[in-house]
């Protein structure tokens, strides 16, 4: 097990740019202007114009895609949950497209708490899984570790939670 690292110091954010360390614990759900993609295997699987986004210390920005900007036939339920103390309980899906499968790809909080109900029924998604993710036309890159599902984009700063020894950040 990897010892908790201090810390550390946060990159000071460019022209245009947010630092993860700026953003509030407990997280913030915010709408965005920004538009969001999704492909898998070629083929765009979401498209949102007005995703919502949740902030959190040290996390880079996940992304919550309304389900009517998401192609629904493209997910299928996934066995297992998990429990977010400040959204609830989670359920995850599966990404299929042409036969190809990314395992627990998606999730969404299909009742979550007051302070996050608006995203009763929006998808996020782990880059890992896919082929591609864009935020105005930018790639995305994933959160380190394979827990989060933040999304890394040249707007964003960190240094970010997910790389060994960063739990206590």
């Known amino acids: 097990m990897s010892r908790p690292i201090p ?27 920004s538009r969001v993609e999704v492909i898998f295997k070629g083929v765009h699987v979401a498209d949102s114009r007005c995703p919502w986004r949740v902030l959190e210390t040290s996390h880079a920005p996940v992304y919550y895609l309304p389900a009517e900007d998401v192609v629904m036939e493209y997910l299928q339920p996934a066995r297992g949950q998990s429990f977010c103390e400040w959204k609830g309980a989670a359920q995850y899906f599966d990404l299929v497209v042409a036969g190809r499968v990314a395992e627990r790809a998606a999730w969404c909080y299909p009742d979550p708490s007051p302070e996050f109900q608006p995203l009763a029924g929006a998808f996020a998604f782990y880059l890992g899984a896919l082929d591609r993710a864009l935020v105005d036309g930018k790639e995305a890159r994933s959160q380190p570790g394979d827990f989060y599902g933040g999304w890394i984009t040249p707007a964003v700063v960190g240094p970010f939670k997910g790389v060994p020894g960063s739990l206590g950040w």
């Not at 810390?7 to 460019?14: C, F, H, T, V």
């Not at 614990?25 to 202007?33: G, N, Q, V």
């Open 7 to 33: 810390r550390p110091k946060p990159i000071p954010p460019g022209p245009g740019q947010e630092s993860v360390w700026d953003y509030p614990r407990p997280p913030r759900l915010e709408r965005s202007k």
